[in-house]
């Protein structure tokens, strides 16, 4: 079968796209995996032993990472024989990659391919996108479901499949329930009336999930999701309530796709998109903005920054439509805007890759710390640390002191078990002979000491055990 020429230009943008992707990879350090990825690395490998959101093996249950499936992704390559990291980093990239052709086919077949072309551009032009996107943290996988959300929008699409990617939504992150209400709403605005077979089948399979949660681990929500808005409010901040708002609508270039996303409303057609993306973007950031974290959980702007980035496309496409005599304008308009964002991604992106790619290889050093314990120590010693790395690695049981993966408890956790291996991050600025840890000075633990330090992190060995 011949191909004509409008195939061959969208197999060329295509590619480039995709290609455009794996270049802005090569600017980021491969050598370490985000901290959190040791969470689901472990549940995925538990799996694999038939234990099934189990954070200590033989232990209950727990809904720690707070989303479910994404350790179910993981486990698939570890089954295959890839290693935690190659995992973590892969499963990420293949899940980016198609989420990046879903968009382009479903664009393309709507508006045009140089629509799907700007919006691919927008995102892997954004360095937090393509970060979040394979440093193994669940950003994958949310970027697929909204992928589909997108094609959703430009295809008619069978209601039972509607109903189960609404409830998938509302499944793989609880701060995107809103997402799987705003889609069924936006389709009902496509269709013209009610998808009562859509909203049947998503209504089913999210409550399923959470019965199940409910009677699975004991309660239907997160323990995660407890620990961050009970049991963290007392943690210093080291952020404030614009923390999201600047990242994910004025941070760098982000204002002026913010801006031209503002012009999407300019078309009544536009309304399903507007309900959907626009709705998620306002959630999240009156969520976000009235309870942030205590500390940067940059990944979860991730959807905000694809949603602006899907109106600003929409917006782009409605400066091309204006009238013929203004055509010589907003072709100029577009020219400058595609021209500004490669000026800004050119001078910025290396600068802020470098800046991600730092903290991921000081992650690396944080595995480091586990895998010592694990080639130094007995197998039978328990492990006490508040970050997800050395407790993978170290491949031990492991008292989790961030209470993200265990049930929160008010006495401190060391004094009262007496685990056999402390990880600590080091006191910054403390003499290299004589490294400070603010949770012994805090809780007055004296019967630990250390015997191995790795940067900014050390291992501490119970006393009467040297």
């Not at 943290?137 to 992928?147: F, H, I, V």
Request: aromatic share 14%; with cysteine.
């Amino acid at each position: 079968m011949l191909i004509n020429q409008s195939q061959k230009f969208f197999i060329l943008a295509l590619t480039l796209a995709l290609a455009s992707y794996l270049l802005g990879l090569s600017f980021f350090s491969f050598n370490g995996i985000a901290d959190d990825a040791g969470f689901f690395l472990r549940y995925a490998d538990n799996f694999l032993l038939g234990e099934f959101w189990v954070w200590n093996q033989g232990e209950a249950p727990i809904w720690g990472a707070s989303a479910p499936l994404y350790p179910l992704i993981l486990a698939i390559p570890r089954a295959l024989g890839a290693t935690a990291r190659d995992a973590a980093l892969w499963s990420g990239i293949a899940l980016t990659l198609s989420s990046l052709s879903i968009i382009f086919f479903s664009v393309t077949a709507r508006f045009g391919v140089l629509a799907a072309s700007g919006l691919s551009l927008m995102l892997i032009t954004n360095p937090d996108f393509v970060y979040f996107s394979y440093c193994g943290l669940e950003t994958p996988l949310t970027l697929l479901l909204l992928s589909l959300t997108l094609r959703s929008l430009t295809h008619t699409t069978n209601q039972t499949y509607l109903g189960v990617l609404a409830g998938f939504l509302m499944i793989q992150k609880f701060d995107l329930i809103p997402a799987g209400i705003l889609l069924l709403l936006a389709q009902g605005v496509k269709l013209q009336h009610v998808p009562t077979k859509a909203i049947f089948t998503a209504v089913i399979l999210g409550a399923s999930w959470y019965l199940f949660a409910w009677l699975y681990f004991g309660f239907p929500l997160p323990n995660s999701l407890l620990t961050k808005l009970l049991f963290q409010n007392d943690l210093p901040h080291i952020i404030d309530k614009t923390w999201f708002t600047k990242l994910t609508l004025f941070n760098y270039f982000q204002v002026v796709i913010s801006a031209v996303a503002l012009l999407s409303f300019r078309n009544r057609d536009n309304r399903p998109f507007l309900l959907f993306f626009g709705g998620l973007i306002l959630t999240h950031c009156i969520v976000y903005s009235i309870k942030p974290p205590f500390e940067p959980y940059d990944w979860y702007g991730i959807p905000t920054i694809f949603s602006v980035a899907v109106l600003s496309m929409l917006g782009l496409v409605e400066l091309c439509k204006s009238k013929k005599n203004q055509s010589a304008i907003t072709i100029a308009c577009s020219a400058i805007f595609i021209t500004s964002l490669l000026l800004v991604t050119l001078f910025t992106f290396s600068d802020r890759a470098n800046q991600r790619s730092h903290f991921l290889e000081a992650m690396n050093d944080w595995s480091k710390a586990g895998t010592w314990v694990n080639q130094n120590t007995p197998p039978h010693y328990k492990v006490f640390t508040m970050w997800g790395n050395p407790a993978y690695f170290s491949n031990r049981y492991v008292y989790d002191g961030s209470f993200l993966n265990m049930k929160y408890d008010p006495e401190n956790i060391v004094q009262k078990k007496q685990p056999e291996i402390l990880i600590l991050a080091i006191e910054p600025g403390s003499e290299i002979n004589k490294p400070r840890f603010p949770y012994l000075e805090k809780n007055n633990i004296l019967n630990y000491t250390v015997v191995k330090t790795i940067l900014d992190f050390a291992i501490l060995m119970r006393k009467d055990l040297l």
